[in-house]
C-alpha cells in the first residue's frame, strides 16, 4: 500500500512569492496533519483536517492556510513569503476519530527554500 | 516550561550496547505517545507508540511509561550502527484533536 505522498520534494520560491504543497493520505486515513520543521528541531504543528474540517491551527500568520478535499487529500498555501519560511514542509495521515490519538504517519516532505 | 523535552544529546554508545532515550510531558491528560526516528535529509518514520495503559516491547525496542512522573523513554537493545539517527518524541495534547507536540530530538551515535 502506498504511504502518504507529498509534492512536490523540492521548491524554490522568492521572497514575496506565494506556494501550494500537495498531500495524498494512506488510503483509508480521514486526517491530515502539516508541520513546519527547520534544521534541529522537531516539526511544529502548523493545521489539522479531518472529514475536510479544520481540527486544529498551530501558532502560525494568516499567511498559512490549508484545505481537504473529499478525497481527503489536503493543500498547504503560503502567501508572502519570507526567509524564515525556508523549511521542510510535513504532512501526516492518521485514521482521525473523535480525540485522534492514534498514530501519525508522514510523508517525504517538500523542502521549501526562499530565496 | 516546555511541553515535551527531550536531551538533545548526542548520545553515543558502542555497538551491542542499550541505548536509552527520555521524554518528559507536561499535560498530564495525554493518552498517547509516540516514538519517531529521523535519519539526516529523511522525514521522520514512526517506530513505537504506546496509550497510557502500559509499556510496549516490539523487537529491539522498549517504550515504557511512567505516568505519575510524566516520562516516556525509549530502550534499543543490542544498537546497531544502522540505529544512528535522532529520536524525535511526540506526545498528542489532551484535547485539542490530534495536535502532535514534538520534543527537540536525541541525536543517537552507535560506533562500531
Known amino acids: 500500500d502506498a504511504g502518504v505522498t507529498q509534492s512536490p520534494t523540492h521548491l524554490i520560491k522568492t521572497r514575496g512569492q506565494q506556494v501550494t504543497l500537495r498531500c495524498s493520505p494512506i488510503s483509508g486515513h480521514k486526517s491530515v496533519s502539516w508541520y513546519q520543521q527547520v534544521l534541529g528541531q522537531g516539526p511544529q504543528f502548523i493545521f489539522q483536517?479531518?472529514?475536510?474540517?479544520?481540527?486544529g491551527r498551530g501558532n502560525f500568520p494568516d499567511r498559512f492556510s490549508a484545505r481537504q478535499f473529499p478525497n481527503y487529500s489536503s493543500e498547504l498555501n503560503v502567501n508572502a513569503l519570507l526567509l524564515g519560511d525556508s523549511a521542510l514542509y510535513l504532512c501526516?495521515?492518521?485514521?482521525?476519530?473523535?480525540?485522534?490519538?492514534?498514530?501519525?504517519?508522514f510523508g517525504d516532505g517538500t523542502r521549501l527554500s526562499i530565496l | 516550561q516546555k511541553e515535551v523535552e527531550q536531551n538533545s544529546g548526542p548520545l553515543s554508545v558502542p555497538e551491542g550496547a542499550i541505548a536509552s532515550l527520555n521524554c518528559t510531558y507536561s499535560d498530564r491528560g495525554s493518552q498517547s505517545f509516540f516514538w519517531y526516528r529521523q535519519y539526516s535529509g529523511k522525514s521522520p518514520e514512526l517506530i513505537m507508540f504506546?496509550?497510557?495503559?502500559g509499556d510496549k516491547e516490539d523487537g529491539r525496542f522498549t517504550a515504557q511509561l511512567n505516568k505519575a512522573s510524566q516520562y516516556v523513554s525509549l530502550l534499543i537493545r543490542d544498537s546497531q550502527p544502522s540505529d544512528s539517527a535522532t529520536y524525535l518524541c511526540a506526545v498528542p495534547l489532551y484535547n485539542q484533536g490530534g495536535k502532535l507536540i514534538f520534543g527537540q530530538g536525541t541525536e543517537l551515535s552507535v560506533k562500531p
Open positions: 504506546i496509550y497510557s495503559n
Open positions: 501526516a495521515s492518521s485514521w482521525g476519530g473523535k480525540q485522534n490519538y492514534q498514530p501519525q504517519h
Open positions: 483536517y479531518y472529514e475536510k474540517e479544520e481540527r
